[in-house]
């Protein structure tokens, strides 16, 4: 077994890190941190969880400690949960002699850090000899995009590898959990939207485009069509829903576009890896879905559920359709431990 940390075990994404690996074939959780407030009491006495699975019997009597690397023993990989503020000063020390698997944003465009969907560019993972070189660490960090992005993303890349696209649009109407346990009031959210989620537009715009770029061995060359996304917190639970809407070169049916989502897959399907979805996207034909209550969980919340897929007839060979994700598992804990087990079979 590989022994591992979590960084920031108390937080959603930290607990979903905890479900997720509490029987992981190969990871074995060995030491969980979080703030000065958490350090020094039992896990279960720590967190307050909110999954509507049970905390696992095998880290309730686990001791949270301080983030810091001299807290955290004989550890090959942390998962990192932390705010970014945090990630930025913490990572890099944790990175001097382990894996770092990071859904923080700190780190996310450091050109020598790479920023991977398993499915969609498992050859950035090439960085991570210069990242060491170049800071003269044993470990490294690895990181995964925003979570809206990783839904979005995943339904671009068959489109990418067979059309030219010139413009995508998308709308999101996001989950509360997005926003961390103390995120959004509920006197803010219910029988309410709030149409504005910091720095969420442009990590959607850029990120997507560098998943989907060109890495040359060195630097990427982000892929060059516009992107442009509007971004509304929702009062749903867990489950991001986007409206997208995709421009063309050229024009397309809707049959070829539904079948180059339905047989899409990628390394970690090829590579069989424990937490890989069968298909990455999973189409409905429903009018009425996809639905965050009723899709997020597809193949153990690791498929990005596409619906509504139709011509738009308003614009020359445009596209639209709508899709969820589920926001903690496919677009962040499920995301670092799908990175790490790639990293475990190839590098
Ligand atoms: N939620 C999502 O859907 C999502 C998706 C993608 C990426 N992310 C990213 O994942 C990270 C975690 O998000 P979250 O939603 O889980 O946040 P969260 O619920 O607020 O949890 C934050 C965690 O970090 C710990 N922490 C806070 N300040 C700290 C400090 N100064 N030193 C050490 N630990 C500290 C907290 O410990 P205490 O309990 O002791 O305060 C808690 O364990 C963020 O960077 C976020 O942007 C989140």
């Known amino acids: 077994m590989v022994n591992v940390g979590i960084l920031g075990a108390t937080g959603m994404v930290g607990q979903r890190f905890i479900q997720l690996l509490a029987d992981h074939p190969k990871f074995e959780i060995t030491a969980l941190t979080a703030s000065a407030r958490s350090a020094g009491k039992k896990y279960e006495d720590a967190a307050t969880w909110y999954l509507d699975s049970k905390i696992p019997e095998s880290v ?79 470990g490294f960090v690895v990181t995964n995009p925003n979570c809206t992005t990783i839904a979005l993303t995943i339904t671009l890349k068959p489109l990418y590898d067979r059309y030219d696209i010139k413009r995508v649009y998308v709308s999101t109407m996001q989950a509360v959990s997005g926003a961390g346990y103390n995120g959004v009031p509920s006197m803010a959210i219910v029988d309410n939207l709030v149409p504005f989620i910091g720095e969420e537009e442009e990590k959607i715009e850029t990120e997507t485009r560098y998943l989907l770029g060109d890495y040359d061995g060195e630097t990427v060359t982000p892929a060059s069509f516009g992107v442009s996304a509007s971004c509304h917190r929702v009062g749903v639970v867990d489950g991001h829903t ?106």
């Open 60 to 138: 309730k009597d686990i001791t949270v400690v301080d983030t810091d690397p001299d807290e955290v023993k004989d550890v090959d990989i942390v998962f990192s949960a932390l705010p970014a503020s945090t990630a930025a000063v913490v990572e890099p020390k944790f990175a001097r002699s382990c894996i770092v698997a990071s859904n923080a944003s700190a780190m996310r465009m450091e050109p020598d850090v790479p920023l991977v969907i398993p499915e969609v560019n498992p050859e950035h993972f090439d960085m991570v000899e210069i990242q060491q070189k170049n800071r003269e660490w044993d």
């Open 242 to 347: 986007e409206a997208v809407f995709i421009e063309f070169e050229e024009d397309l049916e809707v049959d070829d576009v539904k079948k180059s989502f339905n047989k899409f897959k990628g390394l970690p399907q090829k590579l069989n890896l424990y937490s890989a979805p069968i298909n990455p996207i999973v189409v409905r034909e429903e009018e009425n879905r996809p639905q965050p209550r009723m899709d997020r969980n597809t193949d153990k919340g690791m498929a990005v559920t596409v619906g509504r897929v139709r011509k738009d007839d308003a614009f020359d060979n445009s596209l639209r359709y709508v899709l969820v994700g589920h926001n903690t598992i496919r677009g962040a804990a499920g995301a670092s431990i799908l990175n790490a087990e790639l990293i475990s079979e190839i590098m």
